[in-house]
């Protein structure tokens, strides 16, 4: 069983940055895909960042490509959001996601841990 806890959100301006942070309990940390999701109310749950295990390849959701940045602490157990450049478009509640196994990384159906959520609110 793996759980996973999110902080780091935030209100923030546009233009600016925040970090988030996903730290997860559980062994074998190492061996997960780790993804971050978002989702806005009425909109479907949208891929933003996966990192996979080592060597900690990273993957990029086309509207966050360049801006985001993510990685993972395997000492920490921890995985990392860093978003540069933010836009009002994306503000959304922002959710971390583990799985072990699998080489899917965009599909939100494909993790089967969740963390609750912590909501990213960009102002114009």
């Known amino acids: 069983q793996v759980q996973l806890v999110e902080s780091g959100g935030g209100l923030v301006q546009a233009g600016g940055s925040l970090r988030v942070s996903c730290v997860a309990s559980g062994r074998s940390f190492s061996s997960y895909r780790m993804g971050w999701f978002r989702q806005v109310p009425g909109k479907e749950r949208e891929f933003v960042a996966a990192?996979?295990?080592?060597?900690?390849?990273?993957y990029y959701g086309d509207a966050v490509k360049g801006r985001f940045t993510i990685s993972r602490d395997y000492a920490k157990n921890t995985v990392n959001l860093q978003m540069n450049s933010l836009k009002p478009e994306d503000t959304a509640v922002y959710y971390c996601a583990a799985h072990l196994g699998g080489t899917n990384y965009y599909t939100p159906t494909t993790y089967k841990y969740w963390g609750q959520g912590t909501q990213v609110t960009v102002s114009s």
């Open positions: 990192i996979s295990p080592s060597p900690g390849n990273t």
